[in-house]
C-alpha cells in the first residue's frame, strides 16, 4: 500500500488556493476581508452578493441572503488563512470550501509575493495590482 505522501496531489509553482466562504452581511464580509489582508493571509479577497443561499439548518428548510468572498491565497498559506476566516467567522457552521488552481505565473507569483513578504514598500498601485 502507498505512503500517503506519494499519493498527496503535487501542485505546479503557478498553483494558487482560493477560499471561498460566505457572510450574512456586507459588513461582515468586508471586515473578514481587511483582516486577512492587513495580515497577509490573502493577497485578494473579492466581495459578491447579495446572493440566494436556500439550504437546510437543523431541519428546516431556510433561505437566506449572504454575501460571498473569494480568498486568494497560496498553498502554504492556506491553513493559516482558514484558520483566520473561522475565527472571525459569525456562523457556528461556516462554509470553506478550499479550491487549488493553476494560474497564470505571473499572477500567481503576485499572489506568492503578496502572503509571503512582511514589509509594505508601496511600490504596486491599485492600478497595477491584479484581482
Known sequence: M???????????AGAVVELRTTFSCRDLAVACARHLIERRL????QIEGPVTSIYRWKGVMET???????CKTSVA??????????GVHEYATPELLA?????SPAYAAWVQAEV??????GDQTDADAPA
Open 2 to 12: 502507498p505512503h500517503p505522501a506519494d499519493t498527496a496531489p503535487r501542485f505546479e
Open 42 to 45: 490573502a493577497a485578494c479577497v
Open 64 to 70: 437566506a441572503e449572504e454575501f460571498r468572498c473569494t
Open 77 to 86: 498559506r492556506a491553513a493559516a488563512c482558514s484558520a483566520a476566516i473561522l
Open 99 to 103: 479550491v487549488v488552481a493553476q494560474a
Open 116 to 121: 509571503e513578504t512582511h514589509s509594505d514598500d
